[in-house]
């Protein structure tokens, strides 16, 4: 069975300053990665995800995340946050499974991020 | 736009009395999901549809079921609420001809009295 473990429930941050979410999975095959938003009042939009291929995926809104397979890791960065990316951020994985598979997600706790003006 | 829309947006029950939550899409995605969301907990995966094959979690109750019309609709049925299936309830859709990606719906918060 799958697991995702999410460092920070709670993150604040003053405006423009970098942003770095951890996100370790525990799971012993392939493994599709992804990180979802919500903002309040919202529903889940995915921010970025990882298949295969350049472990360094960007995303939208000026968000990228770095798989790193040997740490079982995919931690979400931001260089300069704003004020409108409060919001909660999951993590989630599921089985990588070539040509198909409709494995539903299994989600971190999330982190709760809270920028200052 | 193309979408999942979730009806009702808040939904009351009261302990014991069924209750249907509905989830329809416009993206004609093969697959339909519904996660159960506790108050500070993570999404969990209750079960899914691929085309028309129900595919159920292995500790999700008896009490949820669920029916899959066609491709557009997806319904969750409570049979008998308890106050501990207070929670908020997440359809989301994929297609496997796609990006596999999942695209959520807005969420039904159900509250049990």
């Known amino acids: 069975a799958q697991s995702v473990s999410q460092h920070n429930h709670h993150v604040i941050l003053s405006e423009a300053a970098s942003l770095e979410l951890g996100c370790n999975y525990s799971?012993?095959?392939?493994?599709?990665l992804f990180w979802y938003v919500q903002y309040p009042g919202q529903h889940l939009q995915l921010l970025l995800k990882?298949?295969?291929?350049?472990?360094l995926v960007k995303g939208i809104k000026g968000f990228e995340a770095e798989f790193i397979k040997s740490k079982f890791s995919f931690n979400l960065r931001k260089p300069s946050v704003q004020w409108s990316d409060t919001a909660e951020y999951f993590c989630a994985v599921n089985a990588g499974r070539a040509g198909g598979g409709a494995d539903g997600l299994t989600f971190g706790k999330g982190t709760h991020l809270i920028i200052q003006p | 736009d193309a979408m999942v829309i979730q009806n009702p947006r808040y939904q009351v029950t009261q302990f014991g009395k069924p209750v249907t939550l509905s989830c329809s899409q416009t993206?004609?995605?093969?697959?339909m999901y519904w996660y159960q969301q506790k108050s500070s907990q993570a999404p969990k995966l209750l079960f899914h549809y691929y085309d028309k094959d129900f595919n159920n979690e292995a500790d999700t109750p008896d009490n949820f079921q669920s029916r899959r019309p066609n491709t557009s609709f997806c319904f969750l049925d409570i049979r008998s609420p308890g106050l501990g299936d207070a929670a908020m309830y997440l359809c989301?859709?994929?297609?496997?001809?796609?990006?596999?990606?999942?695209?959520f719906g807005p969420g039904t918060r159900l509250l049990v009295l």
């Open positions: 993206l004609n995605h093969n697959v």
């Open positions: 799971y012993g095959g392939t493994v599709n």
């Open positions: 990882y298949f295969s291929g350049d472990p």
């Open positions: 989301a859709t994929s297609s496997l001809l796609a990006s596999k990606t999942q695209y």
